[in-house]
């Protein structure tokens, strides 16, 4: 029954959740692809779409409708402060990464509508951009499907799909935590050098 289900809408739930959400649908379908629900390219497309499209909705908000009470609790908040200090100092790498730092994603795209990056250079790096993350966070999803049915053999689809997220769900903030730490200690010998 969900092997179905996610057979006749699961390309329209990637699309919309990496729209939404972002990472964990991309991941979900990269699963679905290894599981041979979906085809991998489709699923990975869908992904694309979504992310690109849903930041194309945030630039545009942020470029012509700064008068909307959602844009304007954004301006005067501290995140979107610390973007556009990163935006003005590196314009192109900002508009490449942003969707892969965790919590700024939805905020970037407003940042950069309410800066003097053009739109039609938005469109490209962002286009490019998407179709980097979609493509990798799927394989991510893939490659983890794969993991698992190594350890721990052709599980139900529900089960795979839980032992799936509970892996990433203790890898990202183990990363995440590696990566703070590594940053801080080259920022403080970076500033013993200095001094």
């Given at each position: 029954m969900l092997e179905k289900l996610i057979g006749e809408y699961g390309l329209l739930a990637v699309f919309l959740g990496a729209a939404v959400e972002g990472e964990t649908a991309a991941f979900?379908?990269?699963?679905?692809?290894?599981?041979?629900?979906?085809?991998?390219?489709?699923?990975?497309?869908?992904?694309?779409?979504?992310?690109?499209?849903?930041?194309?909705?945030?630039?545009?908000?942020?470029?012509?409708?700064?008068?909307?009470?959602?844009?304007?609790?954004?301006?005067g908040s501290e995140p979107i402060a610390r973007v556009t200090r990163l935006l003005e100092a590196h314009p192109t790498g900002f508009i490449l990464?942003?969707?892969?730092?965790?919590?700024?994603?939805?905020i970037s795209p407003v940042a950069i509508g309410i800066s003097s990056v053009s739109a039609r250079r938005f469109v490209i790096l962002n286009a490019f951009a998407?179709?980097?993350?979609?493509?990798?966070?799927?394989?991510?999803?893939f490659v983890a499907g794969c993991a698992v049915e190594a350890l721990l053999g052709r599980l139900q689809l529900h089960l795979h799909l839980l032992t799936a997220l509970a892996f990433v769900a203790i890898l990202v903030p183990v990363s995440a935590y590696a990566f703070r730490r590594e940053m801080a200690r080259r920022t403080a010998r970076l500033g013993r050098r200095a001094a």
């Open positions: 979900l379908g990269g699963i679905f692809a290894h599981r041979q629900l979906i085809p991998y390219w489709q699923v990975a497309l869908a992904a694309c779409l979504g992310s690109f499209a849903a930041d194309e909705f945030f630039f545009l908000l942020g470029r012509y409708a700064t008068k909307w009470s959602y844009v304007q609790k954004q301006l990464a942003f969707r892969f730092i965790y919590g700024i994603r939805t998407a179709l980097i993350w979609g493509f990798l966070i799927t394989a991510i999803g």
